[in-house]
């Protein structure tokens, strides 16, 4: 744990400078909030938001050779790679507590309720799952500028099946369902989050030791 703990340190004085862009995150809390946007887009689009800033690190390290700064360090591959994961998800949840907070503080038009609130923030958490999921061993195996062009491919196939219109009908009863059964749709969601996070964690662990 303690190589996981430096991992993350030296990923949040990496990216230090960077992350001054976290003000705007409050402007866009307060901007959308006072257009009455509701807590669920909010939180979707503080997790895109979030995945793409955090995702920074690797242009970052990249940029400053720092990959064999990692070489001469007294880390584990694998502490380091869990280290890099743990960062980027604390990022993500420093930035959905500020969305959160501010969303109670800042006068709006929608209820907040126990259940919603879950469900909103689970289908953040799952929405950004799969981007950092889907992008990160990629980043870890080619680096970011190779990576990204490969990290987009699940978002074009997302964006193609979402295209087909006899999904459609199923993607608005699958809508219709978790707005019923908010507490057994928000477990789901998350444990699935979970599970893309712990699968590409092992993937991208691999796909570095592979290319050493």
Do not use: H
């Amino acid at each position: 744990m303690m190589g996981v703990s430096n991992m993350v340190r030296l990923d949040y004085f990496t990216m230090k400078p960077n992350l001054k862009t976290f003000g705007a995150v409050i402007l866009f809390v307060v901007a959308f909030w006072l257009m009455r946007t509701s807590l669920t887009l909010l939180l979707i689009n503080c997790a895109w938001y979030m995945a793409l800033i955090s995702t920074n690190v690797f242009a970052v390290e990249e940029k400053d050779g720092l990959r064999r700064l990692y070489g001469i360090l007294p880390l584990r591959t694998r502490a380091m790679i869990l280290g890099r994961y743990v960062f980027v998800i604390l990022i993500y949840v420093v930035a959905t507590s500020v969305v959160l907070g501010l969303s109670l503080i800042v006068p709006g038009r929608e209820p907040i309720t126990l259940g919603g609130a879950f469900l909103s923030m689970s289908a953040s958490l799952l929405i950004f799952s799969a981007i950092v999921g889907a992008q990160m061993p990629f980043f870890f195996r080619l680096g970011y500028n190779k990576g990204r062009f490969y990290a987009m491919i699940p978002f074009f196939t997302v964006m193609g099946l979402a295209a087909i219109p006899s999904l459609i009908g199923e993607t608005l009863a699958l809508f219709s369902w978790a707005i019923n059964n908010q507490t057994m749709a928000g477990l789901l969601m998350f444990a699935l989050s979970i599970a893309i996070l712990t699968l590409s964690c092992v993937v991208s662990l691999f796909l570095y030791e592979a290319q050493r």
